[in-house]
């Protein structure tokens, strides 16, 4: 069987750098890897073809439609939370412009071969707006029908995305004689805050988990910028990828939902720290809240309701808090910075 040609943008992020490594290790995929700087030394060799270019240039995005037949594309390109309400014209090009190219980009390879292309998203829960914290507090695990009212720039874009996601899958040209419904099998991911042993993560909101574990792996001091008792649901990134490529590779039949909440686990701010603390000695941690930040971390939910996806793609974390910790983020790091 020939192998399939799967385009990734945003390839020198996180998730980029997760999921190149994984399909390269598993074979039988052509991966077309596109960022706005060039792609990594790390993943550059795992790629057929490096693309370096920008997702709102939709001439270079044509060009590359007539150079390849992709089979699927992971649109991984986006402005995280806190750089997007820095930048926020910027982050509403780049992450709803910039989806909208890659969606006509879709189309018009599912024309060129007829067929569907698969289009998978990564979303957030900051597309979740809690109104305060009594009621992130009551809300619990919380539905992807809930609190669907973002407060920052990014969820915003995320929320509209996953529509317009929604809409080219199902509406298209809905008054065409005949319309294309159906061409793009659409299928996206809420991400909670992500952790990764090898990378740390640029301009997000939920990044002070990760920076707390790479600080205190470096014996570097770390003042984290919200509070104690702050929590939101965190996982990490090897289940991030293991996700994606389970969700993509589900029978379209399967899924009820355009867009799934998956959650691993949720600890406070000072939970994370305690652990940090127990495997680092010298980690020193201190807590200095940040308003602004923290005030975007407050309004997303504690927990989400991951039902769906375990029942529809049988989703399930490999990694709790506590594997996380000491099978994967600890001895990685401990390694990545001796
Ligand atoms: N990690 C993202 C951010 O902090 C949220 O999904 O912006």
Known sequence: MSAKTILVTGANGEIGHGLIDYLS??????????DLVPIDEAVKSKCHRLVTGDILDPHLLETLSTEHNFDTIY???ALLS?????????????????TLNLLEIAITQSRLQGKRIKFIYPSSIAVYGLPDLETKKKAGKIKENQYLSPRTMYGINKLYSEQLGTYYANYYRQLDAHPLNGQIDFRGIRFPGLISAATLPKGGTSDFAPEMLHMSAKNKNYECFVR???????????????ALLKLQAAPAEKLTHAVYNISAFNPSALEFSKILKEAFNSADIKFISDYRRQAIIDSWPEDVDDTAARSDWSWEPKYSLDKAFSEYLIPTVRKKYS
């Open 25 to 34: 290790e598993y074979g039988g995929f052509q991966i077309i890897a596109m």
């Open 82 to 98: 806190t750089r997007a309400e820095r930048q926020p014209t910027l982050a509403h090009r780049v992450n709803v412009d910039g």
């Open 228 to 242: 104690e008792d702050t929590r939101i649901p965190f996982m990490a990134m090897p289940d991030a990828i293991t």
């Open 75 to 77: 649109h991984l390109a």
